[in-house]
C-alpha cells in the first residue's frame, strides 16, 4: 500500500473518530517534530504550510495579539513546531481551542542540543558564513534576514532563548545563544512544565520519544483511532 492509498482509507476513519478540536504537536523543535508532521498527514489531518504558519503568527503572539493564531488555526486540523514548539503557545491554544489533542514529543536533552546545534550550524547558520558557535554575538543575527524576513532569528532568540530577570531588570546575554547547559535547562524546565500544565487532563496530553518508537501505536491510541492503521514510524533525521 502506497501512502495516497494508506491517507485514503485513514479518512474513512479519522474524520468520523474525531472527537476533539485540534492537534498541536508541541515538543520542541529537533525532537521529531517533522517525523510527527508526516504521521499525521498520512492519517488525513490537515496541516498548514510552516512557513505561511510562522509569518502570519509568530510575530503577532510576540506582540500580544492572539486573533491571527484563532483565525488562522480555524483553517486546519493540526499544527506544529514554531509557535507551538517554544514558550507558552500551548497554554494560549489551549484557551482559544478547548476540547484539543496535544502531543509533546520529547527525546534523550544532550542528544537534543546536538541535533539543534547540527541542524543550525548546517543550515541558517551556514547562510550566515558562521561555522563555529565561537564566532556568534547579537551582531551575527541583528538586522539580518536569516530564515524568513530580517530580524526573525534575532526575536525568537531574544524571546525565548536570552533574555531573563535580573532582580526585576530584564537583560539579554548572547552568550547564551547555544549554550549547552542554558539551552537543556530550558528545554527539560518547559517540558516539566507542560506535563504539570495538563497533570489534571491526562487523556488531552501525549508525551513521546518518537525515537524510541517503532510503530505508531501511541499516536493512535491517543486519537482514538483503530488498530488497523498502525505504520512503521518513518524516523526522519533531516539534521544529518
Same mark, same amino acid.
Given at each position: 500500500m502506497n501512502i495516497e492509498e494508506y491517507r485514503n482509507m485513514a479518512l474513512l476513519e479519522t474524520m468520523p473518530r474525531k472527537d476533539f478540536n485540534k492537534i498541536f504537536c508541541i515538543g520542541y523543535n529537533k525532537t521529531g517534530t517533522t517525523t510527527l508532521e508526516l504521521v499525521l498527514r498520512a492519517l488525513g489531518y490537515r496541516l498548514p504550510d510552516q512557513r505561511e504558519q510562522e509569518m502570519r503568527i509568530v510575530k503577532q503572539l510576540y506582540l500580544g495579539n492572539f486573533q491571527p493564531l484563532r483565525e488562522f488555526c480555524e483553517q486546519y486540523d493540526a499544527f506544529q513546531d514554531m509557535p507551538f514548539s517554544q514558550g507558552v503557545a500551548y497554554a494560549q491554544a489551549d484557551c482559544l481551542f478547548p476540547g484539543s489533542k496535544f502531543i509533546l514529543t520529547v527525546r534523550d536533552p544532550q542528544e537534543w542540543f546536538d541535533?539543534?546545534?547540527?541542524?543550525?550550524?548546517?543550515?541558517?547558520?551556514?547562510?550566515?558564513?558562521?561555522?563555529s558557535l565561537d564566532q556568534l554575538d547579537e551582531s551575527s543575527f541583528k538586522n539580518k534576514n536569516i530564515y524568513l524576513y530580517e530580524n526573525y532569528f #534575532?526575536?525568537?532568540?531574544? #524571546?525565548?532563548?536570552?533574555?531573563?530577570?535580573?532582580? #526585576?531588570?530584564?537583560? #539579554?546575554?548572547?552568550?547564551r545563544a547555544y549554550d549547552r547547559d542554558h539551552r537543556i535547562g530550558i528545554y527539560s524546565e518547559r517540558n516539566k512544565e507542560i506535563i504539570k500544565y495538563f497533570q489534571n487532563r491526562p487523556d488531552s496530553l501525549l508525551v513521546i520519544d518518537l525515537t524510541r518508537?517503532?510503530?505508531?501505536?501511541?499516536?493512535?491510541k491517543f486519537l482514538n483511532l483503530p488498530e488497523k492503521l498502525n505504520m512503521q514510524m518513518p524516523h526522519l533525521n533531516i539534521s544529518r
Amino acid at each position: 500500500m502506497n501512502i495516497e492509498e494508506y491517507r485514503n482509507m485513514a479518512l474513512l476513519e479519522t474524520m468520523p473518530r474525531k472527537d476533539f478540536n485540534k492537534i498541536f504537536c508541541i515538543g520542541y523543535n529537533k525532537t521529531g517534530t517533522t517525523t510527527l508532521e508526516l504521521v499525521l498527514r498520512a492519517l488525513g489531518y490537515r496541516l498548514p504550510d510552516q512557513r505561511e504558519q510562522e509569518m502570519r503568527i509568530v510575530k503577532q503572539l510576540y506582540l500580544g495579539n492572539f486573533q491571527p493564531l484563532r483565525e488562522f488555526c480555524e483553517q486546519y486540523d493540526a499544527f506544529q513546531d514554531m509557535p507551538f514548539s517554544q514558550g507558552v503557545a500551548y497554554a494560549q491554544a489551549d484557551c482559544l481551542f478547548p476540547g484539543s489533542k496535544f502531543i509533546l514529543t520529547v527525546r534523550d536533552p544532550q542528544e537534543w542540543f546536538d541535533s539543534l546545534v547540527r541542524f543550525h550550524l548546517n543550515g541558517v547558520l551556514k547562510r550566515q558564513g558562521i561555522t563555529s558557535l565561537d564566532q556568534l554575538d547579537e551582531s551575527s543575527f541583528k538586522n539580518k534576514n536569516i530564515y524568513l524576513y530580517e530580524n526573525y532569528f #534575532y526575536d525568537v532568540l531574544k #524571546y525565548m532563548v536570552i533574555a531573563d530577570v535580573n532582580g #526585576y531588570e530584564l537583560e #539579554y546575554d548572547w552568550n547564551r545563544a547555544y549554550d549547552r547547559d542554558h539551552r537543556i535547562g530550558i528545554y527539560s524546565e518547559r517540558n516539566k512544565e507542560i506535563i504539570k500544565y495538563f497533570q489534571n487532563r491526562p487523556d488531552s496530553l501525549l508525551v513521546i520519544d518518537l525515537t524510541r518508537e517503532k510503530d505508531i501505536s501511541k499516536i493512535l491510541k491517543f486519537l482514538n483511532l483503530p488498530e488497523k492503521l498502525n505504520m512503521q514510524m518513518p524516523h526522519l533525521n533531516i539534521s544529518r
